[in-house]
C-alpha cells in the first residue's frame, strides 16, 4: 500500500515539476520586466510560446544527422529524470533509493553533452562557440559541485539526496559553517549551470554574447520547444535542489499522510517562488561578464566548497 | 568446477604458448592464418578467463620446465590475474577481427601482435620474479616493434625511440624491485611468489620498493610524470595495436603495480603507501583530460584521455592501499573494487574509441581532427560506435564510464574516515582532482566527436570517407555491446573482481554489489544503472510520444540558418569548412583558462601589415609540465656531464696515464677498506 502511495506521489512530482516550469521562467520575467519599468508578459506567456512552437513544422539544415533530431528529445528526457530524482513536496517516493547527487549531476552532463554534441552537428561557428563555452563553463562548476556533494555526504554519510534531506529536515546537525559555504557555492553554480546572467544572458539578441542559445541556433518548431522547456525544467530542478537540501522544511513524507502533502507543496511553491524572485532581483541588478572571466566566478564556488569541507575536518575532527 | 582448477590455468597456458607460435606463422606469410589463429586463441582464453571467474575456481599454479636452469618458470592464475587476463583476452579478440579486415596496412604487424598478446599473458599468469621480469620487457619490445610499423615516418621513429628509452626505464626499475623482493634464503635464492610472500618486505627495502614499483611500472601505464611517451607511441602506433596498448597494455602495468605492492609486499606497510599513487593518479589525470582537449590528432586525444583515466584508477588503488593499512577493509574494497571496475570499463571502451579512430583513418585517410568532419554521413556504424565509446569517456549515465567513476568517488568520499586532518584534505584534493578530470573528459568527448564525426567534411577526402569492412564494423560493434553491458551490469563486474578483492584487501564487495545495483554502504541506496536506464528510455519515450500526439509531424530541409548568413558560394559546395569550430578553436576557452597556467600554452598570431597579401597564422604552443620539469633538466644534466666526460678523451699522455694510475690506487684503497670492514 505504502509502495502504491509514493508512486503516487512520485507521479505527482514529475507531473507538478513539469506543469511548473514554464510558470518559473514566465514569473522571472514579470519581476525582471517589473524591476526594469516595463509591464512585461504575462506569467503564462511560455506556455502559450510552447504551444506556438508544437503548431509550427521543424526545418533542418540540409546536413542535419539523425544525431540533431533525436537530441533535444534525449536531452529533454536526461533532465526529466533528473527532476523526477529530486523530491519537491515529499520525500521517501519511489525513485528515492536512486536520487543520488552524483547520477543526477552525471544526468545533467548526459543532458549538457547531447545538446552540445548537436550544436556541433550542422557545421556553422555559432554552434561551435556555444558548444565549446558550455563544455568550458561545465568543467569549472562540476569540481565545485563535487566538492558541495563532498560536504553534505560528510555530514550525511550518504550521497543519496532523499537520505541528506531527511537528515536536514530533522535539524539535529543545526546550524553549520559549512552548510552555508555550500549554499552559497552552489547557487553560484546554479547560475552558472542554467546560463542565467552574469554567465549568459538567456535574453540576449547579440549572437557573440550567445552561449547556449547560440549551441541551439538552428532547432526551430517542435525540437526548440523541447529544448526551452529543458531549460525551463533545469532551472525548476536547480531551485528545487536548493530548496530541498538547504530548506528542507515543511516537507512531506511520500508514505505519511497525503493531506500533508498539500503543506509540502505550499512550502516548495514558496521556496521556489523566493529564490526565483531572489533570481530576478540578482540578475536586474548585475552586469553579463566577459566569458573568461566566469572561470573566476566560478572559481569563487570551488573555493567556497573546498573551504566548507576544510571547516568540516577542522571542526569536527572527523573520522 | 572446483574438481579442476589446473584446467583453467592449462588452457591458458597453452594459449600463452600458442600465441608465439602464430607469429612465426605469421612470419612465414600466412598472414591470415595468423590473425584467425589469434582470434580463436583470445576467444578460447576469454572462454577459459569467464570459466575461471564464474566458477569461483580456487587459485591454480603450474611448473614449466623452461626458463632460469635449476628453476622453471612458475605460472599461477589467481582472481587478480583472471579479472585482467579477461580484459586482455577481449581486447586480443577484438584487435584480432579489426587486423582480419585489412591485410594491407596491417600485415607488417602480423609476426609481432600475437607476440606482444603472449607476453602480456605471461606477465598476468607469471608466479615468479624471472616470469614477471621476462613477460613484462617482452611486451616492451613486441610493443616497440609495433610502434615502429610505420618506420619510414620520421616522427613515428622519433616516438619509437622515446617510448622505449621510457620502457628502458622501466625496465631498469622493476628488475631492481624484484630483486629487492625475493628473499635469499639458505637454499640459495627462490624467486617464487609464495616465497616472497613469506618474507615481506620493511623498512627502507619496503619504501626503495615501493619508488621502484611506481617508476618502472607506473612509467608502463601512463602514470604522472612519467607519461610523456603516451601520446606520441598510442598515435605512431596502428590503431588496433594502440587498442591493445591503451586498452590493456596500461592494464597489464597497473595489474602489476597492484601485484607487487599488495600481494608481495605484504600487508604491514604504513598508510602513507597510498598517498604517492593518489597524487600521482590525480595530477596525471588532469593533466591527460586536459590535454585531451589541445591535442590536435583524434589518436593522440585519445592517449592523453587514457593517461587521465590511469590516473583515476592510480588514485583509487591508491586509497585502497591507505585503506588497506589503516585496517578499513569495506573502504578498501570500495577503493578496490572501483580501481578495478574502471579498469575494466576503461579497457573496453578505449579499445572501442581507437578501433574508431582506425577505422575514421582508413575511410578518411587522416588523424588529424581539423581535416575531418561529418563522418556520421558517411560512416554511420562507426560513428554509432564512437559515440557509444564517448558516452563512456564523458562519464554520462548508463554507461561504464559513469558506473566506474561514480564507484570512484563514492570511495573517495568515503576516504575521510582514514582519519588524520591533512590525510582528509588530501583525500579532498585528489576528488577535487578527479572530479575536474571527468569534467575535462566530458569537453574532450564532445570535442573528438563533434569536430571530428559530426559538422561539414573539412576536406574532400573527408567527404568521400567509405566504411570500414564488416570484420572491423564487427569488431567495434561487439566492444560497444560489451561497453553497454558492463554499464548496464557493473555488479556483475565487480562480481567477477570478487576473488580479487578477497585477494588483494580481504574482503569482497559482498551485497554491495548485486545484478542491479552498486552501493558505497550495506544499504538500499545507491546507483543502480538498470532503473536509471529504464528511467530514461522511459521518459524518452514519453516525450517522444507526447511530441508525437501533440506537435506537427514531419519535417522540411532547407539552408542552415546561422544567423542569417548567406548561402555557400558554388565553388564552396559544403560551405566554407573554415567557418566551422575546429579541434583548436572548441579547445580554446580551456587553453586560455587553465593550459596557460598549467601547459605554458602560449598564442601568437602573426598577422600579415597592411597591403600585404599573405594569410594570418595563429601559432599555438604548449608543454607538458613533466616535460618542462622533469624530462629537459634530466636531458641537460646528462649533456652537461657527458661534456665533461668528453674531456677525458683530450688528455695529454701523461695525464691519462697518471688518471688511470689514480683510479687504480683508488680502487685498491677501496678493496682494503671494504676487506677491513
Redesign the interface.
Known amino acids: 500500500m505504502s509502495a502504491i502511495i509514493a508512486l503516487i506521489a512520485q507521479a505527482l512530482h514529475i507531473a507538478l515539476m513539469l506543469a511548473a516550469a514554464p510558470l518559473l521562467i514566465g514569473l522571472i520575467r514579470r519581476v525582471k520586466s517589473r524591476l526594469l519599468g516595463r509591464t512585461g508578459p504575462s506569467p503564462l506567456q511560455p506556455y502559450r510560446d510552447l504551444q506556438r512552437l ?12 539523425w ?1 540533431f ?1 533525436a537530441a533535444p ?2 536531452s ?3 533532465t ?2 533528473a527532476a ?1 530524482l529530486v523530491p519537491s513536496f515529499a520525500l521517501g517516493m519511489t ?4 536520487s ?1 547527487l ?2 543526477i549531476a ?2 545533467l ?2 543532458s549538457r ?1 547531447v545538446l ?2 548537436a ?11 556555444g ?3 558550455e ?2 563553463f ?6 565545485a ?3 558541495v ?2 560536504t553534505l ?2 555530514l550525511a ?4 539526496l ?2 541528506i534531506a531527511t537528515l536536514l529536515r530533522e535539524g539535529s546537525l543545526g546550524l553549520r559553517v559549512s552548510l552555508g559555504l555550500s549554499m552559497v557555492a552552489v547557487v553560484t553554480i546554479a547560475i552558472a549551470e542554467n546560463g542565467r546572467i552574469p554567465v549568459d544572458n538567456p535574453a540576449t539578441h547579440l ?1 557573440l554574447t550567445m552561449v547556449h542559445e547560440a549551441m541551439v ?2 532547432y526551430s ?2 525540437h526548440l ?2 529544448i526551452e522547456y529543458g531549460v525551463a525544467l533545469r532551472l525548476l530542478l536547480w531551485l528545487t535542489l536548493i530548496g530541498t537540501v538547504f530548506v528542507p522544511f515543511g516537507m512531506g513524507d511520500a508514505a505519511g499522510f497525503p493531506p500533508l502533502w498539500i503543506t509540502g507543496a505550499l512550502a516548495w511553491a514558496a521556496k521556489v517562488g523566493v529564490l526565483a524572485v531572489g533570481l530576478a532581483v540578482f540578475e536586474s541588478s548585475i552586469a553579463k561578464m566577459r ?2 572571466r566566469v ?1 573566476e566566478f566560478l572559481g569563487i564556488a ?1 573555493l567556497l566548497g ?1 573551504l566548507a ?2 571547516f568540516l ?2 571542526s569536527q ?3 | 568446477m572446483n574438481t579442476a582448477p589446473g584446467v583453467w590455468l592449462s588452457g591458458l597456458a597453452a594459449v600463452a604458448a600458442l600465441l608465439p607460435v602464430l607469429g612465426l606463422v605469421a612470419a612465414a606469410g600466412r598472414v591470415r592464418s595468423a590473425y584467425w589463429g589469434m582470434l580463436l586463441l583470445c576467444g578460447l582464453g576469454v572462454v577459459l578467463c569467464a570459466g575461471f571467474l564464474i566458477g569461483d575456481s580456487a587459485a591454480a599454479s603450474l611448473s614449466v620446465p623452461i626458463g632460469l636452469p635449476g628453476a622453471g618458470i612458475l605460472l599461477a592464475l589467481d582472481g587478480l590475474s583472471a579479472f585482467f587476463l579477461l580484459l586482455l583476452m577481449l581486447i586480443g579478440t577484438a584487435a584480432a577481427t579489426t587486423a582480419l579486415d585489412d591485410d594491407g596496412g596491417y600485415a607488417a604487424t602480423s609476426p609481432l601482435l600475437p607476440v606482444f598478446v603472449a607476453a602480456m599473458a605471461t606477465t598476468l599468469l607469471a608466479a615468479d620474479g624471472f616470469s614477471l621480469v621476462l613477460g613484462f620487457e617482452t611486451m616492451s619490445l613486441a610493443s616497440f616493434g609495433l610502434v615502429l610499423t610505420n618506420h619510414r615516418e620520421p616522427p613515428v621513429r622519433a616516438a619509437a625511440l622515446l617510448y622505449l628509452g621510457m620502457a628502458a626505464i622501466g625496465g631498469a626499475c622493476l628488475i631492481p624491485a624484484m630483486a629487492l623482493l625475493v628473499h635469499a634464503g639458505p637454499a640459495g635464492v627462490d624467486l617464487g611468489f609464495a616465497a616472497i610472500r613469506g618474507h615481506a618486505p620493511h623498512g627502507w627495502r619496503a619504501i626503495v620498493i615501493l619508488a621502484l614499483v611506481l617508476v618502472g611500472a607506473g612509467s608502463k601505464a601512463g602514470l604522472a610524470p612519467l607519461h610523456v611517451w603516451l601520446p606520441p607511441a598510442h598515435a605512431a602506433a596502428p590503431s588496433h595495436v594502440s587498442a591493445l596498448m591503451s586498452g590493456a597494455m596500461t592494464k597489464v602495468a597497473l595489474y602489476v603495480i597492484i601485484r607487487l605492492l599488495f600481494d608481495l609486499c605484504g600487508t604491514g606497510q604504513p598508510v602513507w603507501w597510498g598517498v604517492p599513487l593518489m597524487v600521482l593518479g590525480a595530477v596525471g589525470a588532469v593533466l591527460g583530460a586536459l590535454r585531451a582537449n589541445i591535442e590536435s590528432d583524434i589518436k593522440a586525444v585519445l592517449a592523453c584521455s587514457t593517461v587521465e583515466n590511469v590516473g583515476l584508477i592510480a588514485a583509487g588503488i591508491g586509497l585502497a592501499l591507505a585503506a588497506r593499512a589503516a585496517d578499513l577493509p569495506a573502504l578498501a574494497a570500495l577503493a578496490m573494487g572501483a580501481a578495478l571496475l574502471h579498469a575494466m570499463a576503461h579497457g573496453l571502451f578505449k579499445a572501442l574509441l581507437f578501433l574508431g579512430a582506425g577505422a575514421a583513418l582508413h575511410g578518411a585517410g587522416t588523424r588529424a581532427m581539423d581535416r575531418l ?2 563522418l ?2 558517411r560512416m554511420p556504424v562507426t560513428t554509432g560506435c564512437m ?1 557509444v565509446g564517448a ?1 563512456c569517456l ?4 548508463p554507461t561504464s564510464g ?1 558506473a566506474g567513476e ?1 564507484s570512484l ?2 570511495a573517495m ?1 568515503a576516504g ?2 582514514l ?1 588524520g ?1 591533512v590525510l ?2 588530501l583525500i ?2 585528489v ?3 578527479m ?2 578530470a ?3 573528459a ?2 574532450a ?3 573528438l ?3 571530428a564525426f ?3 567534411p573539412r576536406t574532400p577526402r573527408a567527404a568521400a570517407a567509405h566504411e570500414v569492412g564488416y570484420a572491423a564494423q564487427l569488431a567495434m560493434l561487439g566492444l560497444a555491446l560489451l561497453s553497454l553491458l558492463a554499464g548496464l551490469f557493473p555488479g556483475v563486474v565487480l562480481s567477477a573482481a570478487a576473488a580479487a578483492l578477497r585477494q588483494t584487501v580481504g574482503l569482497t564487495m559482498g551485497d554491495r554489489a548485486s545484478l542491479l545495483h552498486i552501493s ?2 550495506t ?6 544503472a538498470p ?2 536506464a529504464i ?2 528510455g522511459l ?2 519515450a ?3 510520444w507526447v ?1 508525437r500526439r ?3 509531424a ?10 542569417g548568413f548567406g548561402a555557400p558560394p558554388a565553388w564552396l559546395p ?2 566554407d ?1 573554415i ?3 575546429g579541434g583548436g ?6 587553453r ?3 593550459g596557460v597556467v598549467i601547459l605554458g600554452a602560449t598564442e601568437r598570431v602573426d598577422m600579415p601589415e597592411p597591403g600585404q597579401t599573405r594569410a594570418a597564422r595563429l601559432v599555438v604552443r604548449s608543454k607538458d609540465p613533466a616535460t618542462a620539469l622533469l624530462f629537459q633538466p634530466v636531458i641537460r644534466w646528462r649533456g652537461a656531464l657527458s661534456a665533461q666526460a668528453d674531456r677525458l678523451q683530450f688528455l695529454t699522455i701523461q695525464r691519462t696515464l697518471s688518471l688511470i694510475f689514480a683510479v687504480l690506487v683508488l680502487f685498491l684503497i677501496v678493496i682494503v677498506l671494504v676487506e677491513q670492514l
Open positions: 508544437l503548431r509550427k513544422q521543424p526545418v533542418l539544415a540540409g546536413n542535419a544527422s544525431l533530431a528529445a534525449v529533454f528526457a536526461a526529466l529524470c523526477a525513485t528515492a533509493p536512486l543520488d552524483i547520477v552525471g544526468l552532463t548526459l553533452v552540445a554534441l550544436g556541433m552537428d550542422i557545421g556553422t561557428a555559432f554552434g561551435g562557440i558548444a565549446s563555452r563544455m568550458t561545465a568543467v569549472f562548476a562540476e569540481p559541485l563535487l566538492l556533494i563532498f555526504a560528510l554519510g550518504s550521497t543519496n532523499d537520505a549572437e541556433l538552428e518548431a517542435r520547444a523541447l566569458v573568461f572561470p570551488l573546498l569541507v576544510i575536518f577542522v575532527g572527523f573520522a | 568532419g561529418g556520421i554521413q559515440l558516452a564523458a562519464a554520462l549515465p559513469f561514480w568517488f563514492q568520499i575521510p574516515r582519519g586532518v582528509q584534505m579532498c584534493v576528488a577535487l582532482l572530479a575536474l571527468a569534467a575535462l566530458a569537453a568527448a564532445v570535442r566527436i563533434g569536430v559530426l559538422g561539414r558505497p554502504q544499504s538500499t541506496t545507491g546507483y543502480s532503473a536509471i528511467l530514461l521518459a524518452i514519453g516525450v517522444a511530441v501533440r506537435a506537427v514531419g519535417h522540411r530541409r532547407g539552408p542552415a540558418w546561422d544567423c559544403f560551405g569548412p567557418t566551422q569550430y578553436s572548441f579547445g580554446q576557452p580551456l586560455r583558462a587553465l
